[in-house]
Structures are given as structure tokens and as C-alpha cells.
């Protein structure tokens, strides 16, 4: 009887440490999810900086070009204008939001809480498969599932 109180006690303790070591394992993931999201977030900001330049030149060349006097403007070239600022108006606008939003200044906002709750079970699963961390950032970058407002 003593040897099967034992071997029961045995089991507990295994799967005790068992258990144990999922949390610690769990708790490091959660530091690394956190890393993640950061390169994610500013690598977003860094592309659509990118994109915000090569905008700007296309937006200054072609209003220098509409306010040429000498080149007489056809009906399509008005409405490439009419959409190039726009695009770039609202492209601003989108950075500049990004930019507000700054993650790293209200790590417990809401929105963010919601983000990384929606995402951390698919990007957890990527973490044990050991996928690579541009792999990991890329998913979060473009493939995440977006939060409610």
C-alpha cells in the first residue's frame, strides 16, 4: 500500500514540475510577445515613413508640374492631382495617427490589450513550432486579426 501512496505521490510531483515549467515557459513567451510587438510596431512606422517620402516627391512633382503655366493640362492629369492629394493627405493622416497611438507609451491601453489578446494564441503556437522572429513580426505586422475599436 505504502508503494502505491508513492508512486501516486510520484505522479503529483511530475506533474507538478510539469506544470511549473509551463508557466515559466509560458512567462517568457509573454516577455518575447511583448518584444514582438514592438518591432512590429515600429517597423510599421518605419515602412509607412517609407511610403509618407515617396508620396511627398510624387505629390510636390506633380504639383510643380500643375503649376507650370506653359504645360497645358489635360482632363486626366487634373484628376491624377485630384487623387495623388488625396492619397498622400490621407496616407499623412494615417501616420500621424499611427504615431499618436504609440504603443509603447500606453502599454495597458485598451486597444493595445485587445490586440495582443486576439493574436497571442496563433503567435504563441508560431513560438513553440520555433518559427524564426521575422516570421513572428511579419504575422503580426500584416496577418494579425484587427481588434474592435
Avoid: C
Amino acid at each position: 500500500m505504502t508503494k502505491a501512496i508513492a508512486k501516486k505521490g510520484d505522479v503529483f510531483k511530475e506533474s507538478a514540475i510539469v506544470y511549473l515549467k509551463s508557466l515559466d515557459d509560458f512567462g517568457l513567451f509573454q516577455e518575447k510577445y511583448n518584444a514582438f510587438i514592438k518591432i512590429a510596431y515600429y517597423k510599421l512606422i518605419k515602412d509607412a515613413e517609407d511610403i509618407d517620402y515617396k508620396l511627398e516627391k510624387e505629390f510636390i512633382r506633380l504639383n510643380a508640374e500643375n503649376n507650370n503655366t506653359k504645360i497645358k493640362k489635360i482632363e486626366a492629369f487634373k484628376e491624377k492631382i485630384r487623387v495623388m492629394n488625396e492619397r498622400f493627405d490621407n496616407h499623412r493622416q494615417m501616420l500621424e495617427g499611427m504615431k499618436i497611438w504609440n504603443l509603447l507609451e500606453n502599454p495597458k491601453g485598451e486597444r493595445l490589450i485587445a490586440f495582443k489578446n486576439k493574436n497571442i494564441n496563433k503567435v504563441y503556437i508560431m513560438y513553440k513550432n520555433q518559427q524564426s522572429q521575422d516570421k513572428i513580426v511579419n504575422f503580426i505586422e500584416y496577418y494579425y486579426d484587427t481588434p474592435n475599436p
